[in-house]
Nanobody
Framework: QVQLVESGGGLVQSGGSLRLSCSVS????????MAWFRQAPGKEREFVAG????????ANADSVAGRVTMSRDKDKSTACLQMTRLKAEETAVYYC?????????????????WGQGTQVTVSS
């Protein structure tokens, strides 16, 4: 059973940066496409960024273009999301997700493994 554990959330000022990590166990990390979603109170879960397992292509939502970098470390079985110039409206619970599907998908229903989430609060 694949298990995902997020870390790195917390409180950051508007305009600041944050790095989220997702540690993967119980599966073959090399064959998992990884993604980050977020969900703010009263809103639907939305795609932030993802990176495929082959050939390692990344994709991100238009709302975060130029401000996020998604990466993966095969040796550590970890996927990371580096976020910069954060905005108050990006306060949300951030979830790590994984799927055996090769390509990155923006729909949450394409991912069958999820972490518990980590809170990110951006103060204005």
């Amino acid at each position: 059973q694949v298990q995902l554990v997020e870390s790195g959330g917390g409180l950051v000022q508007s305009g600041g940066s944050l790095r989220l990590s997702c540690s993967v166990s119980g599966g073959t990390f090399s064959y998992l496409t990884m993604a980050w979603f977020r969900q703010a109170p009263g809103k639907e879960r939305e795609f932030v960024a993802g990176i495929s397992w082959f050939p390692g292509r990344s994709a991100n939502a238009d709302s975060v273009a130029g401000r996020v970098t998604m990466s993966r470390d095969k040796d550590k079985s970890t996927a990371c999301l580096q976020m910069t110039r954060l905005k108050a409206e990006e306060t949300a619970v951030y979830y790590c997700a994984a799927t055996e599907i090769v390509a990155v998908h923006t729909s949450a229903d394409r991912y069958n493994y999820w972490g518990q989430g980590t809170q990110v609060t951006v103060s204005s």
